[in-house]
T-cell receptor, first 122, second 113 residues
Framework: QVDVVESGGGVVQAGGSLRLSCAGS????????MHWVRQAPGKGLEWLTF??????????AQSVQGRFTVSRDNSRHTLYLQMNSLRPEDTAVYYC?????FGTGWGYFDHWGQGTLVTVSS | DVVMTQSPDFLAVSLGERATINCKSS????????????LAWYQQKPGQTPKLLIF???TRESGVPDRFSGSGSGTDFTLTINSLQAEDVAVYYC?????????FGQGTKLEIK
């Protein structure tokens, strides 16, 4: 059974940093690209970043480019999101999401974690 | 960047009737390398995480009831839910995966009339 479990959310002051983790299980982690998607309270879904299966290519949304860094440790089956210079508008549930395709991926998402809440206070 | 726009924002349909949700992309999401439309649909029920319904614009994910169907090509797409059930109350999102940055539509909230 495929599972992705996020951790590391919490409350942080504006300008601060936080690192999220996502543990993947039930699938061959190093065969799949992974994404982070967030959802602000009562709002829609926002795609943030995509990392290839081997970490060799990474893409970001403009809203987080230069502030957030995605990485992965395939030996630990874990995805990370380092978030710096946090702003109140970054307050959201952050979802770790598995790409449906193998290797370089397709870009659509077949398994979502339960999400971890990040609250940035001003 | 490709911008996705859904219509309507809110939809109320009677049980057993058909619900139709539209999604328009700011540029074509048909990719000649795959000969497919890079468009997916997701369902997010209240208090739950999103769930994949449709990919490649019209391919139903395993386990999704066949009352859900996707259609369209290029820039205009439709999610159709036939014979609406009470459990279909949710917010529905389209998403392009033509090229990063990927993006979602703003969502369509579907309720029972």
């Amino acid at each position: 059974q495929v599972d992705v479990v996020e951790s590391g959310g919490g409350v942080v002051q504006a300008g601060g940093s936080l690192r999220l983790s996502c543990a993947g299980s039930g699938f061959t982690f190093n065969n799949h690209g992974m994404h982070w998607v967030r959802q602000a309270p009562g709002k829609g879904l926002e795609w943030l970043t995509f990392i290839w299966y081997d970490g060799s290519n990474i893409y970001y949304a403009q809203s987080v480019q230069g502030r957030f860094t995605v990485s992965r440790d395939n030996s630990r089956h874990t995805l990370y999101l380092q978030m710096n210079s946090l702003r109140p508008e970054d307050t959201a549930v952050y979802y770790c999401v598995k790409d449906a395709g193998f290797g370089t991926g397709w870009g659509y998402f077949d398994h979502w974690g339960q999400g971890t809440l990040v609250t940035v206070s001003s | 960047d490709v911008v996705m726009t859904q219509s309507p924002d809110f939809l109320a349909v009677s049980l057993g009737e058909r619900a139709t949700i539209n999604c328009k992309s700011s540029q074509s999401v048909f990719h000649i390398s795959t000969n497919k439309n890079h468009l997916a649909w997701y369902q997010q029920k209240p208090g739950q995480t999103p769930k994949l319904l449709i990919f490649w614009a019209s391919t139903r994910e395993s386990g999704v009831p066949d009352r859900f169907s996707g259609s369209g090509s290029g820039t205009d797409f439709t999610l159709t839910i036939n014979s609406l059930q009470a459990e279909d109350v949710a917010v529905y999102y389209c998403q392009h995966y033509y090229v990063p940055p990927y993006s979602f539509g703003q969502g369509t909230k579907l309720e029972i009339k």
